[in-house]
């Protein structure tokens, strides 16, 4: 069990590592614990809340992720977002990203905008009364001692995974150079110290050559394992990786759920706009699989007419 160095605690993961489309969301949730909250938040959720929060791979899936819109909109709710209320999905999914509209689309050349960003028919699939069930633990869970402050993800679209890749810098890398940004702005966020638990990248057991926005700062080495890696960062506070940090810790796994959803929005924009031009398109999940490559190779045509570049649609391999 991870003890509390800090009265903020940090849980941090990625969402969409190896897709062949769509963009890869790195989240974290930031909460003000207590000395009894920080134990509650270092372990897997119980109990009730077991049912509704944990490992989102196993709890949400491709086409039914209504379980964790239901978490982010009740997380912007409770002032965790950017703006204090989402009244569709687009409002939702801008109130959690760190980026605004501007940056977010800083990359996008104009006639490719509608690909990613458009937001014709798109609405809220979580009833009221699961959102109500989700404020419910977190009441419960303030009177426990953890009080949720802030949620952020940052999304890397596969224009911004491919230039990285140019740039040689593999996912694994970009994974947690996003990591390390959005733990810095939660740093700046909290005005004091805090401590990160963050889902493994890349099974790395050293990270220190990899840091990026945290590259070149002092620090203490604590641990480094395959299981679990962690440093101090003076002026920062501590930073863990953990192997299924989101089947063992509850703010991973809450960072897990609203990137999952995070993911869902934005690739099915992607699938929507080709639907809306191409007959009897089959939606997909942006994965490795018959369908996936299908959607691709019955997009192609349009694509080379809409002059999409290749790089703003699907990720080059990047292994190394």
């Not at 999905?89 to 905008?113: F, G, K, N, Q, Y």
């Not at 057991?205 to 101090?232: C, I, N, Q, T």
């Amino acid at each position: 069990m991870e003890k509390a160095t800090a009265s903020f605690r940090i849980g941090a993961d990625e969402n969409g590592l190896g897709p062949r489309l769509g963009p890869m969301l790195v989240t974290a949730v930031m909460a003000r614990v207590t000395e009894e909250g920080a134990a509650i938040v270092g372990r897997k959720p119980r109990g009730g809340l077991a049912e509704r929060l944990g490992d989102s791979k196993a709890m949400v899936a491709y086409g039914d992720v209504g379980l964790a819109e239901a978490w982010a909109r009740a997380l912007v709710e409770r002032g965790g977002g950017r703006a204090a209320a989402a009244t569709n999905p687009d409002e939702l999914a801008h109130a959690i990203t760190s980026e605004d509209r501007a940056e977010l689309r800083a990359m996008c050349p104009p006639h490719v905008e509608a690909q990613c960003w458009g937001a014709t028919g798109e609405a809220f699939t979580a009833p009221a009364e699961l959102v109500g069930m989700i404020h419910k633990d977190l009441d419960r869970l303030e009177k426990k001692g953890v009080t949720i402050v802030s949620v952020r993800s940052e999304v890397l679209c596969a224009k911004r995974l491919n230039d990285g890749l140019a740039a040689g810098k593999n996912r694994f890398v970009m994974d947690l150079h996003a990591m390390e940004r959005l733990i810095l702005l939660m740093r700046k966020d909290a005005g004091e110290d805090v401590r990160a638990v963050c889902g493994k990248v890349g099974g790395f057991g050293k990270y220190g050559g990899a840091f990026g926005p945290l590259g070149g700062r002092m620090h203490v080495v604590l641990e480094e394992s395959r299981a679990r890696s962690a440093y101090h960062f003076p002026g920062v506070g501590e930073i863990a990786f953990v192997r299924d940090g989101d089947a063992t810790d509850l703010l991973v796994a809450l960072s897990s759920m609203v990137g999952k959803w995070m993911r869902e929005i934005l690739m099915g924009r992607i699938v929507r706009h080709y639907q809306a031009i191409v007959p009897d398109l089959r939606g997909a999940s942006g994965y490795h699989d018959p369908v996936t490559a299908a959607f691709v190779e019955a997009t192609r045509v349009t694509r080379k007419k809409q002059r999409v570049p290749e790089e703003c649609f699907e990720r080059r391999g990047a292994e190394g």
